[in-house]
């Protein structure tokens, strides 16, 4: 496959999957936040207590536009921040127990529809899918000085 057929097929791969993650944010669970809100529930259950700049850097956002964002979590209170107690400069991001019951229903509805999305494939495809996009995914991680 040339390389302008393989990003082809990367473009689009992504904009589906950004399109079923707008679409579950817009429906699954009947609540105002947008897809980089949910993006930063994830981390931060992900990542567990992180700082504001780490989840800012694993998302790629500029600082200020995260802020904003997690300010509009943190008045929805689906987030806590808290100063570090070493450094009272860095603040602590958690979800509150709403934070983590809408960051598992949106889990749950993302799961299912690739769920639904996978069934349409054989045992040993999903498979060779699965770990290809594993394998992808760790060479990404191995390269990801050449775009940041």
Same mark, same amino acid.
Request: glycine share 6%; charged share 25%.
């Given at each position: 496959m040339s390389t302008d057929n393989l990003r082809t097929?990367?473009?689009?791969?992504?904009?589906?999957?950004?399109?079923? &993650? %707008?679409?579950?944010?817009?429906?699954?669970?009947?609540?105002?936040?947008n897809v980089s809100q949910s993006h930063i529930l994830f981390e931060v259950s992900r990542q /567990? &207590?992180?700082?504001?700049?780490?989840?800012? &850097?694993? *998302?790629?956002?500029d600082i200020t536009t995260f802020s904003r964002q997690v300010?509009?979590?943190?008045d929805k209170g689906y987030v806590l921040k808290t100063? /570090?107690? %070493?450094?009272?400069?860095? /603040?602590?991001?958690s979800l509150t127990e709403k934070g983590k019951? *809408?960051?598992h229903d949106i889990d749950d509805e993302m799961n299912n529809n690739l769920e639904q999305i996978l069934s349409q494939l054989n045992? %040993?495809?999903?498979?060779?899918v699965t770990k290809s996009?594993?394998?992808l995914n760790t060479a990404m991680k191995k390269t990801e000085n050449l775009c940041c």
């Open positions: 097929l990367f473009q689009l791969v992504a904009r589906r999957y950004g399109f079923l &993650n %707008e679409y579950c944010c817009d429906t699954c669970c009947g609540q105002d936040i /567990h &207590n992180p700082s504001m700049r780490d989840v800012a &850097n694993a *998302l790629g956002v300010k509009a979590l943190i100063p /570090h107690p %070493e450094d009272q400069r860095v /603040h602590l991001l019951g *809408l960051e045992d %040993e495809d999903r498979k060779t996009v594993e394998l």
